[in-house]
Nanobody, 124 residues
Framework: QAQLVESGGGLVEPGGSLGLSCVGSGDIGSNYAMGWFRQVSGKEREFVAAIHKSGTRYADSVKGRFTVSRDNAKNTVYLQMDSLKPEDTAGYYC???????????????????WGQGAQVTVSA
């Protein structure tokens, strides 16, 4: 089983940058697809970005502003968020799924393990 812990959330002004990290216990290696999702209270969890093997996927709303990356040696996945907007305010969650194919999942139901979340607030 994998356990995930996010860090790096906080308060940032519009147009600013913030980075999130997600460290996995156990062997969160190259056979784990890793995703980032976000959720605002009262709304469904929304796909943000995912990375698996040589592929990455992004939601249209963050494409060109957010970058997902990983360091398998450190069991860590990152989300670099630039040009942040107030509508990016949400709880951000990382997720993992053991997957041997090259498919990059973008649906929350496709992930098995979740972190506890990190709050990101974009406000002046």
């Amino acid at each position: 089983q994998a356990q995930l812990v996010e860090s790096g959330g906080g308060l940032v002004e519009p147009g600013g940058s913030l980075g999130l990290s997600c460290v996995g216990s156990g062997d969160i290696g190259s056979n784990y697809a890793m995703g980032w999702f976000r959720q605002v209270s009262g709304k469904e969890r929304e796909f943000v970005a995912a990375i698996h093997k040589s592929g990455t996927r992004y939601a249209d709303s963050v494409k060109g502003r957010f970058t997902v990356s990983r360091d398998n040696a450190k069991n860590t996945v990152y989300l670099q968020m630039d040009s942040l907007k107030p509508e990016d305010t949400a709880g951000y969650y990382c997720a993992a799924r053991l997957l041997y194919s090259d498919y990059v999942p973008t649906n929350a139901r496709q992930y098995d393990y979740w972190g506890q979340g990190a709050q990101v607030t974009v406000s002046a």
